[in-house]
Nanobody
Framework: QVQVVEYGGGLAQPGESLNLSCTAR????????MAWFRQAPGKQRELVAS??????NYTDAVKGRFTISSGNTKGTAWLQMRDLKPEDTAVYYC??????????????WGPGTQATVTS
């Protein structure tokens, strides 16, 4: 069993930065992919960034502004968000996965943390 929790988020003005962190506990040895998703009010949850085997992937809307990184301990991840825009306002979720190729064998979600960008 794996439990995931996010930290960070909060309130920022346009152009400012926020940092999110994620920690997974439990059977983390099986985790080989970490991802951040977000869900804005009235919209579907979308992938923001992911990292596996050192390779990163970003949705176009955040490229050049957000950076995903992971620690030496499996199941830890950070999302550095710079030059924030009001459209970045959303609940951000950390997702820890066990994958085999493109197949997701297991995954665990955190409860989410709110990030609000407003002037």
């Amino acid at each position: 069993q794996v439990q995931v929790v996010e930290y960070g988020g909060g309130l920022a003005q346009p152009g400012e930065s926020l940092n999110l962190s994620c920690t997974a506990r439990g059977s983390v040895f099986r985790i080989n992919k970490m991802a951040w998703f977000r869900q804005a009010p009235g919209k579907q949850r979308e992938l923001v960034a992911s990292m596996t085997n050192g390779n990163t992937n970003y949705t176009d809307a955040v490229k050049g502004r957000f950076t995903i990184s992971s620690g030496n301990t499996k199941g830890t991840a950070w999302l550095q968000m710079r030059d924030l825009k009001p459209e970045d306002t959303a609940v951000y979720y950390c997702n820890a996965q066990t994958t085999a190729g493109s197949m997701v064998i297991d995954e665990c979600w955190g409860p989410g943390t709110q990030a609000t960008v407003t002037s």
